[in-house]
């Protein structure tokens, strides 16, 4: 039997497409283990998932003054010799990983005892982890076109992002009930990210009124920012989250408005959701999403409206436009060339397996 561990963690966005290569691997015969931080999110979401664990010591790699700068490069370095270990005792045929800082020590151990390294890499631009980790690798997946200028030639295969088959599954007739909508009625899903967003929380129910008088809402605005006076409003449906009913909401679905991370969005085109991205600003991050939702822009998937120019007007004439001209979002999705991430990376893990 084959054997693959899996990295990467510090985020969801870096376990949500190795979640998605899991049904596959096993189909193909794999014996599966994972190996991320000691107590990141990482480790809850893969034991849910019943996979064997491996915990290591982490730290983060910053490219800005921290005081933990000082003692972070110590726990990277334990983690290089935890993953040592790790290659060692389980010996797997091939590393896949998805980045985030606890990667780069797995990598580099999988390097020494030479075993063949797959990355993915899901935004536009690769984030420090992984341009520290894409030397070591015999291939990198990536989810922009656009990408591939920043990649070895030799190294890059345009693969899209792993999307998980649940997601496509969803009852259009179970998401109805769920929230109390009407059949005929259309609906818009709102994504704050994993934790929400305040600024995109308070513009929607700012223009709530309006917007209900024509439209259905889903709002899923994050842990701790469901609003007790909007329960029960009639087309406004708010959770915090969701997880096993997500495909239901997206099956009733008719555009998203959403932060632009790289997976999420990635759905949104696998589903063919048209959007509005909202992406967080560059003063807020190292200007990834920003990226992610132009190229999605470019593409014909998306609008986009930057943090600074959100207000309610901005927002409704924006709706107003992805719903008027919906169906040529929708066949630019489907002349999308990028159909399969999980099966061209599962090719590419068959091939590469030692």
Do not use: W
Request: aromatic fraction near 8%; charge should be positive.
């Amino acid at each position: 039997m084959k054997k693959i561990l899996l990295t990467g963690g510090g985020t969801a966005g870096h376990v949500t497409p190795n979640l998605a290569l899991i049904p596959g691997l096993k189909e193909m015969g794999y014996e599966i283990r994972y190996i991320g931080s000691h107590n990141g999110i990482e480790k809850k979401l893969i034991e849910k998932e019943g996979l064997f664990y491996y915990g290591i010591s982490s730290g983060k790699l910053r490219r800005y003054f921290d005081r933990k700068n000082f003692t972070d490069p110590f726990r990277v370095l334990k983690g290089y010799s935890d993953a040592k270990r790790v290659m060692r005792e389980y010996q797997p045929d091939i590393l896949f990983s998805k980045g985030g800082f606890v990667s780069v020590p797995v990598v580099l151990a999988a390097k020494k005892y030479k075993i063949p390294v797959i990355i993915h890499e899901s935004d536009m631009t690769p984030g420090l982890a992984n341009k520290l980790a894409i030397p070591h690798a015999v291939k990198v997946c990536h989810t922009f076109p656009e990408t591939a200028s920043h990649l070895p030639r030799e190294k890059a295969v345009l693969t899209g992002s792993p999307i998980r088959r649940e997601l496509l599954a969803g009852s259009r007739e179970a998401g109805l009930a769920l929230c109390g909508f009407e059949e005929e009625k259309p609906v818009i899903l709102i994504i704050g990210g994993s934790q929400g967003s305040v600024i995109v929380n308070e513009t929607v129910r700012k223009i709530l009124p309006a917007l209900l008088e024509k439209y259905q809402l889903i709002h899923l605005c994050g842990k701790g920012n469901l609003d007790p006076a909007l329960e029960g409003r009639r087309g406004y449906c708010q959770f915090e989250y969701a997880t096993d009913s997500l495909k239901e909401l997206f099956a009733i679905t008719d555009i998203v408005i959403s932060r632009a991370g790289s997976n999420a969005i990635c759905e949104f085109l696998a589903l063919k959701k048209p959007s509005i991205l909202i992406p967080l600003s560059a003063k807020a991050s190292r200007g990834d999403q920003i990226l992610n939702a132009e190229s999605f822009r470019r593409q014909g998937f998306s609008e986009v409206i930057l943090q600074e120019d959100l207000t309610g007007r901005s927002l409704m004439d924006m709706i107003q436009k992805i719903f008027a001209d919906r169906g040529v979002y929708l066949e630019a999705m489907e002349q999308n060339p990028v159909r399969d991430g999980v099966e061209t990376i599962l090719d590419l893990i068959r091939t590469y397996s030692k």
